[in-house]
């Protein structure tokens, strides 16, 4: 039996590197010799499943399909090129449609506890499932917090980014309230760095003050390699070296992952204590 931990990467705010960071957090952890499974929930882009297995003809079945028509993800997950790591893909077109999966759901009572009802029967398979969400907050996303035990959010260093992280902070409080589900804070990873500029640690600092301490030690350098790869479906592990730097954020990311779950040798798991609701704290004093 194994973990069949559940995350969620969230931010509402675009082209933060949520879906860079399931695809290499994920492939980093299969490469540590987890089983980890995939999940592309950003109907509308895909990126995830073009990254990985190539854009669906219009015969394959991805995550709408196991939503909408077959109830289980046994019929729509797929291996990767890399040994432990599967993907739930998504569907451009489904049934000749292209249709946003908020629009899809909006109609469906009970529509929220999907995804949750379909990892229940798989989850113990997987060591972790992390689950790729599109830039809005609509009821995908909800399926997808709801199902998860975590959430991590990648965010960029400026202001406007915090901005955005504390309005996801927000939605996350009214979710736990509202449906009374719990899911913590596994961390915010700072994204897109530009060496040691001084932003970056002043955005550190807020949002350590923020949340508790909760940014990832490991932020992900701004590194034009990674732009290359989705068209390739590689990961920068397939092109790089241990000692690219690209290569060596997303390692030590995984690492400080395991340490906070606790499931590493000198590992302590990470506070379930933290009372304090993410609305109740504010970003400010940022120069
Ligand atoms: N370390 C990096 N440095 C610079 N660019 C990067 C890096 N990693 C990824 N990119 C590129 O940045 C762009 C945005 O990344 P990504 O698609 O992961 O963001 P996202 O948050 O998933 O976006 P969206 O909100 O649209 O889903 C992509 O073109 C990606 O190739
Ligand atoms: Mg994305």
Redesign the pocket.
Known sequence: MKTGKVISVI?Q?????????VLHLGSALARMGKKVLLIDL?VS?A?LTISTIGQLDEEGRGVLHAFFKDNSLNQVTYPTSQENLFIVPSEIKYKGMTIPLDVALSSQAGSDHILKKLLKPVMEEYDFILI?N??TLGIATLNSLIASDYFMI?TLADYLSLVGVQKTMETIDQIRENLDHEIENLGLVL??IDGRESIAKDSEKILNSAFGGKVFKSC?????K??E??QNQKTIFDVTKNSDK?NKNFRDLAEEVLERLGMNTQAKPISKTNKKTNSEVSIGGMQ
Do not use: C, E
């Open positions: 931010n705010k675009g082209g933060v590197l949520k879906t860079t960071t950003d882009q990126n790729d599109g830039p990648p994204t897109m992900i350098q701004r590194n034009s990674f732009k790869l989705a690209g």
